[in-house]
């Protein structure tokens, strides 16, 4: 983007001194005018009243509220000015409100959870769906077709669907869909998601592995060979599923590998980078600190200025200045991906280090960014809370 974006505010003319700019209104959706300012682009919308709250330009539709990603969901469009939630689904807690479930949202006013088969999709206009993979392509097959839907779970990621059934343990059921569907790695594929239908949200670990790895592959910077990635997440990245090996006293003070060799983000990952480089690359290891090998001539100073370009005007990726090592601290709660570059002390070698919150730019972020893409709206909307801390 190579202007800046400003989204719900209520903007007076009357601030501006006469001869200091130049403005012009282009109409752009009910009661927004955009602005041309000095160049850059301002997005007005007249402030709203506390009677109109409810009234948003886009019904949102959100399918699995009761889970991780759903309640971030929430959270994030609680301060979005077009988007409502008219429609919740959750099969195990239908018929209770969200704030019973998550009591941090008790604040919302949001519709009661039901289940699936009972959903009226006769007022939504687009779909979060945040259901556990294997069981979306049905659901997603017998929406109305008018919908918009992002989907964030696993079940559309893959263009082959051999490669689906090979990982997931079961045969696709949608193969038309996934047809149709785009990988919505927003900074990526920007123009993709803008004519959409169906996005398939990326995974928390692809996405920190191929913000970074992507625009250095495409540029030739790096070898394809031995890209070797270790990768660690919160708990949080596992769902609320009761699961033994996810309780406190298993998890706390300590750290430990998971889906060693066989991890179901690989062929996600594997995808991707080899869609950059057009040809096949495998990667090694899945325990986002990733070891590169640079091309012939190529230094590490090459490696930082080729991110640098790629991302000096996008909105949440940022790349660190020299020497300043990303912490995951730093983006909590964010929509954030930060990222640095560090010599190795192998000649030839460089450490990339990528960082993000897995429930949002992991996640739930990503997925809002992807739906205001496909709706027209800056993509920033809704997103510009600041990280966490401490």
Known sequence: MSTATFNSICFNQGYLRKGEVKISKVKNRNQRVKFYVGGASVLSTKCMQSSEKNKKEVRIGLLGASGY????IVR?????????????????????????????????????????????????????????????????????????????????????????????????????????????????????VKNARLVANPGCYPTSIQLPLVPLIKAKLIEHRNIIIDSKS?????????????????????????????????????????????SKINIRGMQSTIYVEMSQGVTMEDLYQQLRKSYEDEEFVKL????????????????????????????????????????????????????????????????LYQPLFP
């Open 234 to 278: 919160g708990v949080s990245g596992a769902g609320r599923g009761a699961k033994e090996a996810n309780l406190y006293s298993e998890i706390a003070e300590g750290i430990y590998s998971y889906g060693v060799t066989k991890h179901r983000h690989v062929p996600e990952i594997e995808q991707g980078l080899s869609d950059a480089a057009q």
């Open 69 to 72: 990603t759903g309640a971030e």
């Open 76 to 192: 994030l469009l609680a301060n979005h000015p077009y988007f409502g939630i008219t429609l919740m689904t959750a099969d195990r807690k239908a018929g209770q409100s969200m704030g019973s479930v998550f009591p941090h949202l008790i604040t919302q006013d949001l519709p009661t959870m039901v289940s699936v088969k009972d959903a009226d999709f006769s007022s939504v206009d687009a779909v979060f769906c945040c259901l556990p993979h294997g069981t979306t392509q049905d659901i997603i097959k017998g929406l109305p077709r008018h919908l918009k839907i992002v989907d964030l779970s696993a079940d559309f990621r893959l263009r082959d669907i051999a490669e689906y059934e090979e990982w997931y343990g079961q045969p696709h059921s949608a193969s038309d869909l996934q047809k149709e569907a785009v990988y919505g790695l927003t900074e990526i594929s920007r123009e993709d």
């Open 320 to 383: 660190l200045d020299k020497g300043v090592v990303p912490r995951t601290h730093n983006v909590r709660g964010s929509n954030y991906c930060f990222m640095n570059v560090f010599p190795d002390r192998i000649p030839g070698r460089a450490i990339i280090i990528s960082v993000i919150d897995n429930l949002v730019k992991g996640a739930s972020g990503q997925a809002l960014q992807n739906l205001n893409i496909m709706l027209g709206y800056p993509e920033n909307t809704g997103l």
